[in-house]
């Protein structure tokens, strides 16, 4: 079965540009929730989508946003990129409703905005 | 608010030695405890979980033990290898919850 598939793997933007983030869940996984990991901060949630609803947002500003399609695949976007929105973006996919915290996450997409 | 602290940071052993990384949590409520191993360049893949019903799980050379009464719960790694050397972190959640909690991870260097 093949894993989380995230794109694209390496970008590096300029500030006050956008990004969009595209990832593909497991096979037959209806969740996916996006994290944020820097050195400093480590892993910070994002958001998390199931049946393409919103259900929880983390503590980060309207400039981040995502949207989950009807086959379950996720998308999230950065608007007026700032310097300390360099990090590498994880997206996960959790198997039900009943597990949805257990998570399987991709290998990330590393954003440098300079 | 919730919280899971994990030591230590880093961690150093010899090949073939044992390591152990271990987290405290503070959400009692929390009943699920799952182990991220992040290479580099890569990200966090689940190695291996518990649950709060079950005391110690062991998978090969890995197992997870868990004290609910004390909110602890470690990982143990035997016969390290050098392709063992990774991020660790530990996390905590609640079933049926979104929520996981994180700790911030232990970077293990096992050495030749």
């Known amino acids: 079965k093949a894993g989380v598939t995230q794109t694209p793997r390496y970008l590096i933007k300029t500030r006050g540009q956008q990004v969009t983030l595209s990832c593909s869940p497991i096979?037959?996984?209806?969740?996916v929730s996006w994290y944020q990991q820097t050195p400093g901060q480590g892993l910070q949630f994002l958001f998390e989508y199931f049946s393409e609803t919103q259900r929880n947002k983390g503590n980060f500003p309207g400039r981040f946003s995502g949207r989950q399609f009807s086959n379950s695949r996720s998308e999230m976007n950065v608007s007026t990129l700032e310097l300390g929105d360099s990090a590498l973006y994880l997206c996960?996919?959790?198997?039900?409703?009943?597990?949805?915290?257990?998570?399987?996450f991709g290998e990330g997409s590393w954003l440098t905005v300079v | 608010g919730e919280n899971v602290e994990q030591h230590p940071s880093t961690l150093s052993v010899q090949e073939g030695d044992s390591a152990v990384i271990k987290c405290t949590y503070s959400d009692s409520a929390s009943n699920y405890f799952p182990w991220y191993k992040q290479e580099l360049g890569k990200g966090p893949q689940l190695i291996i979980d518990i649950r709060s019903n079950v005391g110690e799980k062991k998978d090969q050379r890995i197992a997870v033990t868990l004290n609910k009464t004390a909110k602890h719960f470690s990982l143990h790694i035997t016969e390290t290898q050098p392709e063992d050397s990774a991020v660790y972190f530990c996390?905590?959640?609640?079933?049926?919850?979104?929520?996981?909690?994180f700790g911030a991870g232990t970077r293990l260097f096992v050495k030749a």
């Open positions: 996390a905590a959640s609640r079933d049926g919850g979104f929520k996981t909690i």
């Open positions: 096979s037959g996984h209806r969740s």
């Open positions: 996960a996919s959790s198997p039900s409703e009943a597990r949805r915290n257990t998570i399987y």
